[in-house]
């Protein structure tokens, strides 16, 4: 049950990552100011990311087994959150005026390959 939901919470975490990607391109190539949009999308991933990880460690002490690989998804995912936090930290202190999309679609792009490695890395499909 909690593997379950925890696998599925990862095509919300996918979801929001492609959503951030193409928002924060579109504000660049249109120039428009930072807006709400940007940070409600970019709050949103990394909190469907927490979500995923807090079910992973509730799945993880209440089932059996541990493996060798399940520690190299663990570093992935928990290296995920950090440059999700990090971000979204960093950009949060700046005033409204100084924000940008930048920050926002090199960290989905980063926390994208990081969970797709951590996903590999347990021998499971990025999707299905
Ligand atoms: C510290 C964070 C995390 C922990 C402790 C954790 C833990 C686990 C554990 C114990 C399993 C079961 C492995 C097995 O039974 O073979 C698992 C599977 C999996 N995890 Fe995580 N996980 C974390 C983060 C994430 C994140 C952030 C994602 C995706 C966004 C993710 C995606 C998956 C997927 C797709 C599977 C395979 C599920 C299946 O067998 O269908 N995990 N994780």
Do not use: W
């Not at 996918?14 to 391109?25: K, M, S």
């Not at 995920?80 to 950009?91: K, T």
Request: proline letters at 4%; a positive charge.
């Amino acid at each position: 049950m909690l593997l379950e939901a925890h696998s599925g919470s990862r095509y919300l975490v996918l979801l929001l990552a492609v959503l951030v990607i193409g928002y924060a391109v579109f504000g660049m190539a249109t120039k428009r100011p930072y807006d709400k949009t940007m940070r409600i999308l970019a709050t949103s991933f990394t909190g469907a990311l927490d979500l995923t990880v807090l079910i992973g460690l509730a799945h993880l002490l209440t089932s059996r087994g541990f493996y060798p690989q399940l520690a190299g998804h663990i570093v992935m995912m928990v290296l995920a959150v950090a440059v999700a936090h990090m971000v979204s930290v960093v950009v949060r202190r700046r005033p409204l005026e100084q924000r940008t999309y930048a920050p926002h679609l090199v960290s989905a792009l980063v926390v994208l390959a990081l969970v797709s490695f951590g996903i590999l890395s347990i021998g499971k499909p990025i999707v299905g």
